[in-house]
């Protein structure tokens, strides 16, 4: 178990190292630098800041100064706001994500699960079509506009809902929501085709021919292995909670970290840029190890402390 | 010996895209007390769905019952509340199915499996059924059960799963057990160690079997009686030497002469030329008539009646009627004793 | 007995023929024919395509009828709800919504077609090479593959635009870095398990080439799963564009898009919620109908997928 650990540790760190080069020659590449014209300072106080900055050393001392200050996970300061680190405005905006993130993907997990196997058990009746349709829809509706629409029914037209901002549970409801939807309605369409394939499987019929009822045979044979895909499906999940809240988290005004990196990218702020590139990129990756053990207590087939657990 | 099992006139068709595919047609027979009913027949001749339509297990839509009944112990399978079924699955029927790789659950562990049909049929706590199951292991051949009831399907060898089958089929000593080719996915020597442990504990708890199977050196090593069966019906009924020493039906000497023989100078096995039947639309007469070699003018627009040769013995072939010409068994399909007692 | 009536002629051998005996067994329709057939029965999907076309037939026929272009402000006019002369309203700086929405149509169709056409061309080349050839070819534009699929997609996008000069082009560009993964996966998929199909096999000892079988006998016949995905693939691009342009980073002023409409419109949406209507209503649209086209497509090639 150490031993696995440690190996997809290593991983870990390799992916970053490979992800904050790349960032690194990206930025690089970028036209204009962050002091360029476009602000009213003179090519002095340019020239002056960039020497600040250390954007005058020869190109390979600006990489490794910058690769051991990312493994340290010291971005230096914002170029835009003035006197603030990298990462007090990420130990500052993260917290909001986090909350509204984990809300979504509950959302997401509980109703696309339950649809799911709403549409599998009741296969071409009624329940499977309106359970798809909703589903359809969801996959549909892109996301900011599901949070146009929940804005204007629950909080122009009921009024039952805050409209905007992060101040009480009721105000994180409907950016959960519009962030949920669409994977809600992935995760509802990949369960419905599992569930569908598993209650096909011979070892739903030994279930049945041992004179289980149907609900037995459903939720305690058939939902643990159907849910199987699903469980692979939270890597993704989580990229597109991430990048959904890049825009949920603009509309509803919320000062998260989305919102933070599309402030960052239309201002330019290089060194807030790479500084939410690598904190997204490790996020990912400890999330997808994460996945990986709940797979493995999941499913007893695969071994997580042998190489030879078999697929 | 009493009978325990009567399927009369069954009947089941499948809904596909457009068709309806008649898998089961007018199929009667009885099982006794104790005995070994063989289902013999080739791929999709309906042998499955006749095992599963018993205990009622079979996918309502795309399949339905179309007529017949199914009597055991008098009342009519059929006529019964999916609640009631649940009653008799496992309890008084119980099913082996062909592959066991795919037929345990892989996420949960053989004791659970097991212990989940005592703990419902016979009331037993999670920690008797589990004390049960350590004996069944026992009892079907699996070394150290204390450990290996508490281990998972991928654990277990092909063998041993299809033991473990056998256990949770057996577990609440039921008086019929259906094993739908029980042994085709192992290999030889394990497939006589199953078929083994199969007749020993049908001799211990006298439980009647329906073993379907495709092989018949395994018809002639455990059954009792076989039933043949082609395109949806029954082509031929009798006892085991009835069937492998007066075979009556074309059909039965197609099969017995794609059966390898010891005595013979074994040229080649021979196999029965064309394919079966489409169950969409079958032949209105003998459903063999496409592939006979001694299809008459009557066989295709008249469907033959079963007609006795003995007690035991029938056969529903048109070659059987007074009027039609004598034919003798091909060579090829005549066995020797040594053949199939091994 | 019922069978009493029968004469003696009634047993005599019958002749059949060996080819009679095979009808029986019934015809097979080919392939395509069965697909389309199944298809045709699914009317959501035919709902789809002609919600498709005629969005197609607006966006270029949308701009002319209305009488008004796409950029002209006229700020007297600002915020207007629809009316006789504006059939969608105005929007804040007083340009007509009914001319814009179709110019936002035509960028925002040409950008998803776009953007899953080239998709498409680098994927199945892509895909068919590793499958066709295999081995070490196979294993090093997987892993390339494998590696840039890791990446969240959205978040490749966006660092790309900050680097990339911002016009329509670069946007298509950005949008497909990684985007051709999923097909090529895909092809490679097929071509791997046609490979070791017999016809290919058969033609190969017949000594065509390499080129030769790809181009005949692979690509023709994963075209199937290739179409699904293609059809897939566009309302994905759709989405990513305008969520693109709702941020800012997409489509630029003066070009305007589904995306842009509706992110100039969310701020009013209290006031003026018919500015905001149209564009999500039309993108909304039109993903369902590409998803409806590409479930209906996959649903007839696949008959075992219920
Ligand atoms: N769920 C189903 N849907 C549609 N058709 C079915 C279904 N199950 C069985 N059939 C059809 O019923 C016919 C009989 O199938 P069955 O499984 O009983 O054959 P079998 O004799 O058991 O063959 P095998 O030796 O291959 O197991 C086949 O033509 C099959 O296509
Ligand atoms: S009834 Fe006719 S076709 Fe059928 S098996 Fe007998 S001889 Fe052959
Ligand atoms: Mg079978």
Redesign the pocket.
């Known amino acids: 178990m150490i031993k696995y650990l440690l190996k997809r540790i290593g991983y870990i760190i390799l992916s970053l190292f490979l992800i904050i080069t790349v960032t690194f020659i990206l930025m690089k590449a970028a036209p204009g630098g962050p002091f360029a014209s476009e602000r009213a300072s003179t090519p002095a106080i340019e020239a002056q800041m960039n020497e600040a900055y250390g954007f005058n050393d020869p190109i390979h001392e600006q990489y490794f100064s910058y690769l051991i200050n990312a493994f340290t996970f010291d971005f230096g300061p914002s170029f835009k706001y003035v006197g603030q680190e990298v990462t007090e405005i990420i130990g500052r905006s993260f917290p909001y994500s986090l909350i509204l993130g984990l809300e979504a993907i509950f959302i997401a997990i509980s109703i696309g699960v339950l649809l799911g196997v709403i549409a599998a058990v009741k296969h071409n009746k009624f329940g499977d079509y309106l359970a798809m349709v909703i589903a359809v829809l969801g996959i549909s509706v892109p996301s900011f506009i599901m949070a146009a629409i929940l804005q204007y029914i629950f909080a122009i037209y009921l009024q039952v809902l805050p409209i905007a901002r992060f101040e009480s549970f009721a105000h994180t409801i409907l950016p959960a929501a519009a962030l949920a939807t669409t994977p809600l309605a992935f995760i509802a369409r990949l369960m419905r085709s599992s569930m569908l394939d598993v209650l096909n499987r011979d070892y739903i019929k030994t279930a049945k021919s041992k004179g289980l009822s149907e609900r037995v045979v459903t939720y305690k044979h058939a939902l643990r292995n159907a849910i199987l895909p699903v469980v692979s499906y939270l890597g993704p999940l989580v990229v597109s909670i991430l990048t959904g809240s890049f825009i949920i988290e603009k509309i509803f005004g919320i000062p998260g970290l989305g919102s933070e990196f599309v402030v960052s990218v239309t201002n330019r702020d290089y060194t807030v840029i790479m500084g939410t590139t690598v904190f997204f990129s490790v996020l990912l990756l400890v999330s997808i190890l994460i996945v990986d053990l709940i797979y493995g207590l999941i499913d007893p087939r695969i071994n997580v402390t042998s190489k030879e657990g078999n697929k | 010996m009493s009978e325990i099992l009567e399927v009369k006139d069954l009947s ?1 068709s ?3 895209y457009g068709s309806e ?1 008649k ?2 047609r007018n199929v009667s027979f009885q099982l006794m007390k104790g005995e070994t009913l063989a ?1 013999v ?12 339509s018993i205990i009622r297990l ?2 309502t839509p ?2 339905k019952f179309i007529g017949g009944e199914i009597r055991f112990n008098g009342e009519d399978l059929l006529q019964k509340s999916e609640k009631q079924m649940e009653s008799i699955r496992g309890k008084e029927i119980s099913m082996i199915f ?1 592959d066991p790789m795919t037929s345990l659950n892989p996420t949960m562990t053989i004791g659970k499996q097991i212990a989940e049909g005592l703990m419902k049929h016979q009331n037993m706590s999670k920690k008797e059924a589990h004390l049960r199951g350590i004996q069944l292991l026992k009892l079907v051949g699996i070394p150290t059960p204390e450990v290996r009831i508490k281990q998972y399907p991928h654990q277990y060898s092909g063998g041993m799963r299809q033991r473990a089958m056998i256990a949770i089929a057996l577990s609440c000593n039921p008086k019929i057990l259906i094993a ?2 029980p042994t ?1 996915a192992l290999d030889v020597t394990i497939q006589a160690q199953i078929l083994e442990l199969m007749r020993q504990i049908q001799e211990e708890m006298g439980t009647a079997i329906i073993l ?1 199977t ?1 092989d018949l050196g395994v018809v002639a090593n455990t059954a009792t009686r076989v039933a043949v ?1 082609y395109g ?1 019906k029954i082509v031929e009924t009798g006892m085991v030497d009835e069937i492998f020493f007066e075979p009556k039906h074309p059909y039965t000497w197609g099969l017995l002469g794609s059966m390898p023989k010891l005595d013979k100078e074994q040229e080649e096995l021979q196999v029965i030329p064309g394919s ?1 039947p489409d ?1 969409a639309d079958p032949p209105t007469g003998c459903p063999f008539v496409t592939r006979c070699p001694y299809a008459m003018n009557v066989c295709g627009e008249h469907m033959p009646s079963d007609t006795s040769v003995s007690s035991t013995h029938e056969a529903a072939c048109w070659l059987l009627d007074e009027r039609a010409p004598k034919v003798d068994i091909p060579e090829s399909a005549i066995v020797g004793g040594n053949d199939i007692y091994v | 007995m019922e069978h009493r009536q029968l004469k003696e002629i009634d047993f005599e051998p019958l002749h059949l023929k060996q080819s009679e005996a095979e009808k029986i067994v019934g015809e097979s329709t080919s392939y395509w024919k069965d697909a389309w057939r199944r298809f045709r029965k699914n009317k959501l999907a035919l709902f789809g395509i002609i919600i498709i076309l005629l969005l197609a037939v607006l966006a270029i026929m949308g701009g002319p009828i209305s009488g008004h272009n796409y950029y002209e402000n006229q700020l007297l006019e600002a915020n207007q709800p629809p009316s006789g002369t504006h059939w969608f309203g105005t929007d804040n700086l007083g340009r007509d919504v009914f001319a814009r929405t179709w110019y936002g149509a035509q960028i925002s169709l040409f950008i998803g077609l776009m953007a899953a056409l080239i998709d498409l061309i680098i994927g199945v080349i892509w895909g068919a090479v590793a499958g066709f050839f295999g081995g070490k070819v196979d294993e090093i534009l997987m892993r390339i593959a494998d590696v840039l699929y890791g990446v969240p997609y959205l978040l490749v996008v966006i660092l790309l635009l900050v680097v990339l000069p911002q016009n329509l082009w670069t946007l298509i560009i950005a949008m497909t870095i990684t985007g051709w993964i999923n097909m090529a996966r895909i092809v490679r998929g097929q071509v791997m398990q046609l490979r070791s199909e017999e016809f290919i096999m058969a033609s190969r000892s017949l000594g065509a080439s390499n080129t030769r079988i790809l181009r005949k006998h692979l690509i023709p016949n994963s075209l199937g799963p290739i179409l699904v995905t293609l059809t897939l693939t566009i309302p994905s691009a759709i989405f990513t564009e305008s969520f693109l342009s709702f941020l800012g980073i997409g489509v630029q002023a003066p070009l305007a898009s589904w995306g842009t409409m509706s992110s100039d419109a969310l701020p009013a949406l209290q006031y003026y919620p018919n500015q905001l209507f149209f564009p999500a209503v039309f993108i909304c649209l039109t993903m369902l109908a590409f998803n409806v086209i590409g479930d209906g497509m996959r649903d007839a090639l696949d008959p075992n997928e219920r």
Request: hydrophobic share 35%; aromatic share 2%; net charge negative.
């Open positions: 089941v499948f809904d596909t595919v898998a089961v289902i027949g080739e791929s999709g001749s309906g042998k499955s769905v006749t095992a599963q079979v996918p795309p399949g062909q739908d080719e085709t379907i495709h069966m949806g079966p169950l």
